[in-house]
């Protein structure tokens, strides 16, 4: 039997930040008519709540080191008011959203990163093995739209902050199994930039030999590699379809399927 | 078919803000052998971070107005760092628990309060039909223990904050069509005590007669009164057993049932 077709779509700051193109974007959401999982990053909002409770941030490589104090934070601005903001406004757009830490339900845990040049605390990473597919599928079952905040657990009681990009990717791989898996990247560019000063520049296909032309000559948005990264990751495991694109154009990629930069082997 | 045991368990801030009693009440509801769904409030926390945050709160008869900024607090607090470290705990004590808003799956909807003397703002009152029965039994059926937050929603788009005393009564209600449901208000005292004073005074049955003259001769606490009124609605709708105790000695009623003061009719 052909396998059920399955969206995994994560949105980023540029969008979560914005409150009218974010309601566009859960409006195009709710729309598709198939299987779903949403994964949200956090946008600009856990560092605005930093400041004004007097809590230092420090990023490295641009992750957050995160002590208990910003682990407060991220799971407040996170796991509650983002996630359940989104989950209300899908509501009224009739999609039976259901939101989601790693730690409910056991869906996600994730390894506490190990201390090595840089102590980043409570943060966790994942692989394909972190996901509790069987629960998840049940979900999926019963026509639920999971959303995902970006918080994991590491099963002995700790949450930890985790990259909501390679979030998105290891549900897409594990889901992989038993769907068709399409993961979408969605950001506030049409795709990956050849020329990062002409937004006109979106390569259509990007295999990993152009990618690594690309990053050699130094022409990549910084901020995209991370992405990048995970999107291969995905590719090379079994993900059927990975594309990177314009948040403000999700209904032509799921319609048309033309939109952005599609990432091959 | 008898119907399956299920504990609908109320807790509230007299435990959430103390993480040594919260841990060991935690642990003890992990070890209960039959379904169950946690209902918690949110304590000190969230008036702790409007006071950070310099979001004046005010109160009236007991319960907070709730404007646009003190609902995205309550929302971050009870529904993202109180309910995601309830979870991740549980899953530590190898409970499968899920932390849930009312919005997630459309579990508890809620209307907001209209306004008449007092405009409450972003406040929902929920009664026995917000319960999304069907889904909540999919999910008691896969072994998951549920754990609320008291955020719930209109379907509208907005999240409303409601009772968490008034949560677990409509859960406990609405779940007796299909099971033998036990509800237990856990609080710091031993039970409804007849004398306000004597800690030692709990009555071991309350009927409604008791609980007026009780009340008329003033001699309950002040901030028993909204949970008597949600423990005798949901006796008086079919909830199989309702019983106020002392949040230490969950286990003793659990196992041999004869802690704190049950309501009778």
Partial sequence: MDKQKLYVIKIGGSLIDNQETLMNFLEQFASINALKILVHGGGKLASDLAVELNVPQQMTDGRRITNEETLDIVTMVYAGKINKKIVAKLQNFNCNAIGFSGADGNLIKSEKRSVSNVDYGFVGDVDSKSVNVDLLQKFLELQLSPV????????????????????????????????????????DKDGVLEDVVNPDSAVKMLNFAKYEQLRSENKLHQGILPKLTNAFQAKENNVNKVVLHNETKLQNQINHQNEGTEIIL
């Fill in 148 to 187: 995902f905040s970006a918080i994991t657990h590491d099963q002995k009681g700790d949450l930890l902050n985790t990259n909501a990009d390679s979030v998105a990717s290891v549900l897409a791989q594990a889901l992989s199994q038993n769907y068709d898996v399409e993961l979408l990247y969605c950001f």
